[in-house]
Nanobody, 117 residues
Framework: QVQLVESGGGLVQPGGSLRLSCAASVRRFSTYTMGWYRQAPGKQRELVASITRGYGANYVDFVKGRFTISRDNAQNTVYLQMNALKPEDTAVYYC???????????WGQGTQVTVSS
């Protein structure tokens, strides 16, 4: 069964860190572009970061210098290291897998990140 399972979310104080993981049950994981998105209450889902099969990483401006996306193709896993967290980072974070050739797109179920004192 093709699926993505996120983990690592939780409650953290401002300035703290969390590391999200996304385990993928897909064939040929290394060929997928992997991404992390987030959706805050009342807002649209937005891209946070992505990483290509060639390990090229892209970030949106509001996380540059604070978040790092990485992947382990041997473990079929993508990570999002989040440092210097702010209350505005509070959202449900979703893992996304996209096959560049076929445009097949898979979403995880999401993991809640809450930044609050």
């Amino acid at each position: 069964q093709v699926q993505l399972v996120e983990s690592g979310g939780g409650l953290v104080q401002p300035g703290g860190s969390l590391r999200l993981s996304c385990a993928a049950s897909v064939r040929r994981f290394s060929t997928y572009t992997m991404g992390w998105y987030r959706q805050a209450p009342g807002k649209q889902r937005e891209l946070v970061a992505s990483i290509t099969r060639g390990y090229g990483a892209n970030y949106v401006d509001f996380v540059k210098g604070r978040f790092t996306i990485s992947r382990d193709n041997a473990q079929n896993t993508v990570y999002l290291q989040m440092n210097a967290l702010k209350p505005e980072d509070t959202a449900v974070y979703y893992c996304n897998a996209r096959q560049p050739l076929t445009q097949l797109t898979i979403w995880g179920q999401g993991t809640q990140v809450t930044v609050s004192s």
